[in-house]
């Protein structure tokens, strides 16, 4: 009785063993894709982050199937070989983009297939190579962030700097900060500002109500920026005064030769000012004729008391009397 009772539970172990154990297989062949129709899919990749065969593979995050194998072609050039479910694999298509990701952040890596974006694509078929879109790796991220932190770092250690010399009162900002005269001058000057400021807007505002007066129907001003006649007269007449002042100019600097000539003893106004014998020739011509003048008198009055011409200034002196009754009755 006692063998028998062994045998039954040996018996027993062994039955519930080889039950487990074909549970076993049969769920691992099915993650591995053992037991249903497959295609093969390709990829290749520059760095797959420490995938191995046997990782999952999910297209739109659903697992369908599991990396195969995986295959060194060159440098940077790894080939990464795909079982795919068939059945799942006729939603995939050609324009699919795969990606080497991670299952979460401690889990294992995946390859990641992601519709393209391109509509109306064919589905794949075994053998096809898919396109591939590289991520930023851990590593990446973290040289990334280490130069970023020791950016960080410098950035700090400079402000720290300046805050010093800030608070010490060194430079043009700390010399503002601790320095009250300054901060004096600066708050004048801003109030000196707002009132330009103010008093411009208030220039602008008469100016403004000056032009909204003026009728440009009938003022001079509209006359003279619309009418192109008035315009050309315009243009005309500071045409003609430029001409003036030009021609002013040259009368100017003529006299001015002319003076110089003068002050330099040449023409013909300079010999007769500068030659004191020329001058008195010439006082002495004319006390010459001022004296033969006198005499002319003389005689003409000598001619009047004359008998011979008597009669002749007497008829004068009557002619002359009769026009000057006749001018008075006229008037």
Known sequence: ??????????????????????????????QQQMFSKTIKLYAVFNNINGLQPGNYVRYSGVNVGTVSDIDMLDEGKIAVQMSIDEETGRFIKKNAIASVASDGLVGSMVVNIVPGKEENA???????????????????????????NENVALLSANLLKITN?????????????????????????????????????TAITKINA????????????AVLLSDKTASTQIKTVFTNLEKSSNDINDVTKKMDDYFDEMKTGKGTLNYITQ??????DIDSTIINIKQASERLNENMEALKHNFLFRGYFRKQAEQKKKDSIKRSKLK
């Open 1 to 30: 009785m006692g063998k028998s009772t062994e045998k039954i539970k040996v018996g027993i172990f062994v039955v519930i063993g080889t039950v487990l154990l074909i549970a076993a297989l049969y769920f691992i062949g099915q």
């Open 275 to 280: 030659n004191q014998d020329l001058a008195k």
């Open 210 to 221: 000056i032009i909204s007066k003026v009728n440009y129907d009938q003022s001079a001003a």
């Open 165 to 201: 010399k800030i608070i010490e009162g060194k430079g043009t900002l700390g010399a503002m900060l601790s320095d009250t005269l300054i901060a004096q001058n600066i708050r004048q000057s801003v109030a000196e500002i707002e009132k330009a400021t103010a008093g411009t807007s």
């Open 122 to 148: 064919n589905a794949v078929v075994s053998g096809d190579t898919i396109r591939i879109h590289a991520k930023v790796g851990t590593d990446e991220m973290l040289n990334t962030l280490n130069k970023t």
